[in-house]
């Protein structure tokens, strides 16, 4: 079997209607299938007015509004409908990237019919409940993935922490790494903008320590808030720079009220953002790669991050920017302190990720997602 003998179902959460990490990867995986000749059809919730339009043919899954947090939606299942639609597809692979409903519906088709089921991990969802309130749930949680994805023929995580720590729950399914790339025409030194950054009200030489994401409790805005409090009782001198938007805007902008808030930008625009932060602080534990981190790293800017999945897998302590114990307030003012107010280990460490940066490219990494259905394939006789 080859490449263009491979037919895709692809199931997802989130394809496009909101813009995140998870579903741009997705979009850009569908790309390069589509250009190595593999057929592809896309299932998932959509919204009147998407995020961005999708890679490749998609299907619309009936859905409803998440409760408290309407901006995602919930697949109700796997409806006659898209069965019909899937039946006639005739799919070999089925490709699951989340763990939801519709990923259930999914894999069990899958698994009912005897096509090749392969899953990908792109969220920590097991970790969500504690910043509401609920971290009761969190083993409960882990034992819920943990039979969901041995349901699988092979699941693919971001770097080898995200695989480590799933063979530590139980996951016993075979488990290979789908990476992460970068643009890197769009994320790099050249792109810093002084200019754009005076128009924020951020001096030349201000030091502006970065958030890049939505802005949603789960990524640690308590955390970063506590941060930059200490380091202002310290008398660390800088700026905060906070990229994104996200319904806990209003919760962190009282919280940081000193801060820039430039909004959501992307493309061109978001490259421009990132290179002119002089440090990215990424306190979330949520992430199993870390898009941000690499993004930062590629537009030469040196990384504070938890010490978690994702962050480990890119970061060399000390090298390209520090590794924190994830609530540990006091330790990441210091590793920030130690780069705002040493010019020289700033621009070596943003300098030194720039260079590791430089391996990660979106082509070469997507390959390896058509190697596995492959191998997937092969194991099964196929």
């Known amino acids: 079997m080859q490449a263009t003998d491979l037919r895709v179902a692809l199931f997802s959460g989130n394809y496009n209607y909101t813009r995140d990490g998870a579903n741009q990867a997705l979009n850009l995986l569908v790309g390069h299938l589509l250009k190595q000749g593999v ?85 920590r969802f097991e970790t969500y409940p504690r910043y509401y309130g609920l971290g009761f749930l969190e083993p409960i949680m882990i034992r819920l993935l943990t039979r969901f994805y041995n349901r699988f023929d092979q699941v ?30 769009r994320f790099r030194p050249g792109a810093r903008d002084l200019a754009w950054r005076r128009s924020l009200g951020i001096a030349d030489d201000e030091v502006a320590i970065g958030f890049l994401g939505r802005l949603v409790l ?50 061109d625009d978001l490259g421009r953002a990132v290179a002119s932060m002089d440090v990215l602080f990424n306190p979330s534990v949520t992430e199993t790669f870390g898009n941000v981190t690499l993004e930062a790293m590629a537009a030469g800017v ?52 720039h260079a590791r940066a430089a391996a990660y490219e979106w082509d070469a990494i997507n390959q390896t997602v058509i190697d596995t259905y492959l191998d997937v394939m092969a194991r099964r006789g196929l």
């Open 218 to 267: 789960e990524k640690g805005l308590d955390i970063f808030a506590d941060v930059v409090t200490t380091l202002q009782r310290r008398g660390v001198k800088h700026r905060v720079l906070v990229i994104g938007d996200g319904p806990a805007r209003n919760w962190f902008a009282e919280r940081v009220p000193d801060a820039a808030f430039a909004g959501f930008q992307r493309g």
């Open 302 to 353: 040196p990384v504070v991050a938890a010490r978690a999945t994702g962050a480990i897998d890119l970061i060399e302590e000390g090298v390209n920017g520090y590794l924190v114990p994830p609530r540990d307030v006091g330790a990441y003012a210091d590793a920030i302190a130690r780069l705002v107010q040493n010019d020289e280990a700033r621009h070596a460490a943003g300098a030194a990720g």
């Open 156 to 185: 693919v995580t971001p770097g080898d922490s995200v695989a480590t720590l799933i063979r530590s729950w139980g996951v016993t399914t075979p488990v290979s790494i789908w990476s992460r790339g970068v643009d890197h025409h």
């Open 39 to 123: 057929t592809v059809r896309v299932y998932s919730p959509t919204s009147r007015r998407p995020a961005f339009a999708p890679t490749g043919d998609l299907v619309s899954v009936p859905s409803l509004k998440l409760p408290g947090r309407d901006e995602y939606k919930i697949a109700r299942g796997l409806p006659a409908g898209i069965r019909r639609d899937l039946a006639a597809f005739a799919p070999n692979v089925i490709h699951v990237s989340a763990p939801e409903m519709l990923g259930h519906r999914a894999v069990s088709y899958a698994r009912k019919h005897g096509i090749a089921a392969v899953a990908s991990l792109h969220t």
